[in-house]
Every structure is written in structure tokens, then in C-alpha cells.
């Protein structure tokens, strides 16, 4: 009877279907991996599966053991599912701007997470990684599979992934695109479509601005799962011939594009990718075909990507209706804050004066170098609470800023209606205007004073 004897039997053999809609007018094929088909909804199932297999082998990982891997959801879920067929348990660190959706899809597998900040350095002890790194230390018989590090991750692709896509194009593939994350999709799919074609096959990364492949600084962006503030072990740079980088805009436009014109529902990684195989095709032929790997589903994207309240608050797209826009009120004379931001290493008298020559009731704090991204802004120093300070003999002016500042402006997208954030800014007197995901401005109930009058 065709049965399976668990969901791991299920990994790999996923599916291409052509683009349609999104690719209109390109002159090439343009064909979609869908890894969403694996059993854990993506391609990281796959090197899931071969890194416990590997361990098993080594020695690395005993019954009854302990896997503890910093992941941003994907890899997570993988391995939960092979987990739950050998009996161990799964610790887990994840960055804070993964999606709570994600966070509660590893608990529902069984997992223990841990939530990090994300906008610190890797190297900060608080960082997902090093949090990682040193819980496998203090559980005993822990493993940490270490997906960027590990030599099974790119082998997965290489043994899986390559050879299928080479069979189900019957050779016939002339260009492959992934987004580059842990570098192992792309490394270990390319080494074996360049072998295998003699080196016929072209393979390109796409990778958000921002990020160390297409020469970034590791700063950070809003796509998830993707790029990296370093260059991992388990990428290989020979396997690649190109890297394109693809806006948090591009990439969250296509994400929601696949999804009402392919019914293809995928999460930022999977929109970044097509976004890159689409530029790309512009310049090729009706002969070629290019192929795309699109690495997951979007079920754990919906309270984000997919939810229009997330994607206008943070300037992906406009509200609806009628009425003012936030935009609007920035290209009117008088009516905005520049973007000013302190060190918090600075002391509140400098802050303070800077206040005053600006004209600001609000200063952004941000040790980042401009531009600086959201993530990256810390606080916020406000007029009315130095003057209580001050008053109250709780603030000296020698005090550094970032032990005085208080909790960062809420975002407010570009394009929605001032009449639906008047709220935010009577709670907090201030917003910092967002665009695209990036900050733009900062607007006060001031300005909305002045537009009356």
C-alpha cells in the first residue's frame, strides 16, 4: 500500500511551475522550485535531514541528545521533524524581527525558542548566535548542527536539489537564482549544475541590500532568512557567478505579487528571488531557461507581509481610501522633522544644545553610521522629558544620552492617511515617517497644529 512511515520520507522531489503573470513581457522560461512542498513548508528540511544523519554517523549526536542551532524559523522546523522520528529535543534562538508566526510554528513542532535582538553586532553576547553557542555549551549532551558552518548543508543541495532540477529540465536549464542565506542552497545546487552542464549553467544570488554578498556592511534589512552581516563557512563563492541585490521593496512587492497573480504563497526570501531571476531575464533569450528556487512557504509571513496594516505602517504600500497622505504632510514647507540622530555615548548637555540649534522637541539616538536603518535607532530623546528631569534633579548634564533616552518612536508609513495616525502621535507626541521600511522623517503633533492653521 502506498503509505509513508513518517513526513522525513517526504523531503525533496518538490515540484517546478512556470511564471506566468509576474514575468509577462521577458523572453525567457522562468520556472519556480517550490520547496514549500517539502513536509516542514521549506528547502531547509533538506539539510536538516542530512546534517542529524551526519552527526548520527560522527558520533556528535546521541540518543536522547539535545539540538540547539540559532534559526531565523526554516531550519528550525526541519529539524524538528527529523527530531521528533529519533527522539531529541530542540533548543532554538531566533532574531526578534522574525514573525511571531514563525516563533509559534517551532513551539507547535515542540521546540524551546529563545527570541534575540537583532540589531546587534554577531559577536554580541546577546546576539541569536552567540546564544546559541552558549546554550550547547551549558545543556549536556548538546549538538549544535551549526547550518553555517557545516559541510552537510551545502551536500544536501548538492546530492538533492542539483540532480533534481537537472533531471526535471531534462539538462535543458541555462540559468539558476536563490537567495544566498546560510550560502548553502546556492553552493551546493550550483557546484552540481556547473559540473554536470561542464560549466553551462550560470548561477546567481539574490541578496538584500545591506547584507555582505553584494557588498554590504551586515546592516540591517526587513527580508528574513536571507544574507548575512559575514560571510558563512558554508558558502562557496566559486559556485556563484553573480550576485544581485534586491530592495526590501522589490522583494516584499513580488512576495505579494506570487501570491494574488501565481497562487504562489511564499515568504520575502522567495519574492527577493524572483525579483533577481526577472532583472536577470530582461537581458536573455527565448532559449534560455532559468529556474528559481523558491525556498519556502508564506504561511509564517502572515501577521507580516501579507497583513496590509504591517506593510503600511512601515511604508511598503498605501492605505486605502481617501484623504491626506503622511507624505504629503513632509512635502509641505515647515511641516517635518529632519532626521537627526546622537550618539548614546553623548552627554545630555550636547544633546540638549543640538536641540535647541535644530529646533527639535525630539532627537533620534543611533550609534549607527547614516544612513541609519529602524532597527538599528535605539531611542529617542524628548524636550519634555529633560526638562522634567532636569526639574526634578534626576538628569545632570554630564549624563549619558543613552541612559536618559526613552523608548523609540513608533514608525508611521509614508503612505497612510494622517487622519489614522493622528492616535500614534497623540500617545507619543512624535513618529519617525517610514519608507519602504526605511526611516525618513520624524513628524509631531506640532506639524499637524501648523497644517491646520
Not at 537583532?118 to 546577546?126: F, I, L
Not at 512576495?255 to 497562487?263: K, M, P, Y
Not at 549619558?400 to 494622517?418: D, F, I, K, T, Y
Request: charged share 20%; hydrophobic share 40%.
Amino acid at each position: 500500500m502506498p503509505w509513508h512511515e513518517s513526513v522525513v520520507e517526504l523531503i525533496g522531489d518538490t515540484p517546478l511551475v512556470r511564471l506566468h503573470r509576474v514575468s509577462e513581457g521577458l523572453a525567457p522560461t522562468i520556472v519556480a522550485k517550490l520547496e514549500s512542498f517539502n513536509p516542514g513548508g521549506s528547502a531547509k528540511d533538506r539539510i536538516a535531514l542530512r546534517m542529524i544523519r551526519d552527526a548520527e554517523q560522527r558520533g556528535l549526536l546521541a540518543p536522547g541528545g539535545t539540538i540547539v542551532e540559532p534559526t531565523s524559523g526554516n531550519t528550525g522546523v526541519g529539524l524538528a521533524l527529523v527530531a521528533q522520528q529519533r527522539g531529541y529535543r530542540c533548543v532554538f534562538t531566533c532574531p526578534d524581527k522574525v514573525s511571531t508566526d514563525k516563533i509559534s510554528l517551532l513551539r507547535a513542532y515542540g521546540a524551546e525558542v529563545h527570541v534575540c535582538p537583532a540589531a546587534v553586532p554577531v559577536d554580541h553576547p546577546s546576539s541569536y548566535r552567540s546564544t546559541a553557542a552558549r546554550l550547547a555549551a551549558e545543556i549536556p549532551g548538546a549538538f549544535s548542527p551549526n547550518q553555517y558552518a557545516n559541510a552537510a548543508n551545502p551536500q544536501s543541495h548538492y546530492h538533492t536539489t542539483g540532480p533534481e532540477i537537472w533531471a526535471q529540465t531534462e539538462g535543458r536549464i541555462t540559468h539558476f537564482v536563490a537567495g544566498v542565506g546560510t550560502g548553502g542552497s546556492i553552493s551546493g545546487t550550483g557546484r552540481y549544475l556547473k559540473e554536470v552542464s561542464g560549466g553551462r549553467v550560470r548561477i546567481v544570488g539574490a541578496d538584500p541590500y545591506g547584507s555582505v554578498y553584494s557588498g554590504g556592511e551586515g546592516r540591517p534589512y526587513v527580508v528574513e532568512g536571507v544574507g548575512q552581516p559575514s560571510i558563512p563557512g558554508s558558502f562557496d563563492p566559486e559556485a556563484v557567478d553573480r550576485i544581485l541585490a534586491v530592495t526590501d521593496r522589490d522583494s516584499i512587492a513580488l512576495t505579494r505579487r506570487l501570491a494574488r497573480e501565481e497562487g504562489i504563497l511564499t515568504g520575502g526570501s522567495g519574492g527577493m528571488a524572483v525579483a533577481a531571476a526577472l532583472d536577470l531575464a530582461r537581458d536573455l533569450g527565448p532559449e534560455d531557461l532559468v529556474v528559481v528556487l523558491v525556498p519556502d512557504s508564506g504561511r509564517g509571513y502572515l501577521s507580516k507581509i501579507f497583513n496590509d496594516e504591517w506593510t503600511e505602517r512601515f511604508g511598503f504600500t498605501d492605505a486605502a481610501g481617501e484623504g491626506l497622505r503622511v507624505g504629503e504632510l513632509l512635502s509641505r514647507p515647515g511641516h517635518s522633522r529632519p532626521l537627526v540622530f546622537v550618539d548614546p555615548r553623548e552627554r545630555v548637555a550636547s544633546a540638549a544644545k543640538l536641540m535647541r540649534e535644530q529646533g527639535l522637541s525630539h532627537l533620534l539616538v543611533a550609534s549607527a553610521q547614516a544612513p541609519v536603518r529602524l532597527p538599528e535607532i535605539l531611542g529617542a530623546l524628548t524636550e519634555s522629558d529633560l526638562a522634567a528631569g532636569v526639574a526634578q534633579g534626576l538628569i545632570g548634564p554630564d549624563d549619558e544620552v543613552g541612559l536618559r533616552m526613552s523608548a523609540p518612536l513608533p514608525p508611521v508609513g509614508v503612505g497612510q492617511r494622517l487622519s489614522d495616525v493622528i492616535g500614534v502621535l497623540r500617545d507619543s507626541g512624535a513618529a519617525v515617517v517610514v519608507d519602504a521600511g526605511l526611516p525618513r522623517a520624524v513628524i509631531t503633533v506640532n506639524d499637524l497644529l501648523a497644517l491646520l492653521a
